[in-house]
């Protein structure tokens, strides 16, 4: 099944630096890939996601890259705030036409203002 | 507005008296999912349903159980809870449709979650 592996577990950048947070996943069939902030106490939401049919997407000040080759894909904060500290985790659905998605196991990211 | 709503959002339990924790959905989603996430720790899947079809994880305790009687309702029932099922947990729904998968993917929308205290 599938695997994924995600780094770093904490990550702390000064307020207006960039973030990024990296993920391998294992299974080549694999073919979509959100990524989730989760406040203290709250429910994982969905930031934005990728389908292995595109290499990159952005929305605002977030962007996700995906490299099918290598299997990788990584989360790119531009001007982090204060606001944007939370847990991120990515995430891989599995290709074999199932309904499971897989979560590495999270960044703590703090913005230090 | 809440579409996927978990009820209760706190529930407290004794060691071994049996709890169920509930899901219901406002978006009409055929997969249905229950996720336990511990402190610090990335949600793990514990089932799923597609329709009325259930798939159990393989390292699913059998003190977790679950039913699902319509499209809207799904039910987490924990037999005997232990102090280590303290946890929250965490539903989701998604619209799977085959042969489209490529395309509409496979978003997951969370409840709010239930936090389960064991005393």
């Known amino acids: 099944g599938e695997n994924v592996e995600q780094h770093p577990s904490t990550l702390s950048v000064q307020e207006g630096d960039s973030a990024v947070i990296k993920c391998t996943y294992s299974?080549?069939?694999?073919?979509?890939f959100p990524w989730y902030k989760q406040e203290l106490g709250k429910r994982p939401q969905l930031i934005i996601d990728i389908r292995s049919n595109v290499g990159e997407k952005k929305d605002q000040r977030i962007a996700v890259t995906l490299n099918k080759t290598a299997k990788h894909f990584s989360l790119h904060i531009t001007e982090t705030q204060p606001e944007d500290s939370a847990v991120y985790f990515c995430?891989?659905?599995?290709?074999?036409?199932?309904?499971?998605?897989?979560f590495g196991a999270g960044t703590r990211l703090f913005v230090k203002a | 507005d809440a579409m996927v709503i978990q009820n209760p959002r706190y529930q407290v339990t004794q060691f071994g008296k049996p709890v169920t924790l509930s899901c219901s959905q406002t978006l009409n989603h055929n997969v249905m999912y229950w996720y336990q996430q511990k402190s610090s720790q990335a949600p793990k899947l514990l089932f799923h349903?597609?329709?009325?079809?259930?798939?159990n994880e393989a390292d699913t305790p059998d003190n977790f159980q679950s039913r699902r009687p319509n499209t809207s309702f799904c039910f987490l029932d924990i037999r005997s809870p232990g102090l280590g099922d303290a946890a929250m947990y965490l539903c989701a729904t998604s619209s799977f449709l085959w042969g489209a998968s490529h395309i509409t993917g496979n978003i997951q929308y969370f409840g709010a979650g239930t936090r389960l205290s064991v005393l």
């Open positions: 299974d080549s069939a694999s073919n979509y």
């Open positions: 349903y597609y329709d009325k079809d259930f798939n």
């Open positions: 995430a891989a659905r599995e290709g074999t036409g199932g309904f499971k998605t897989i």
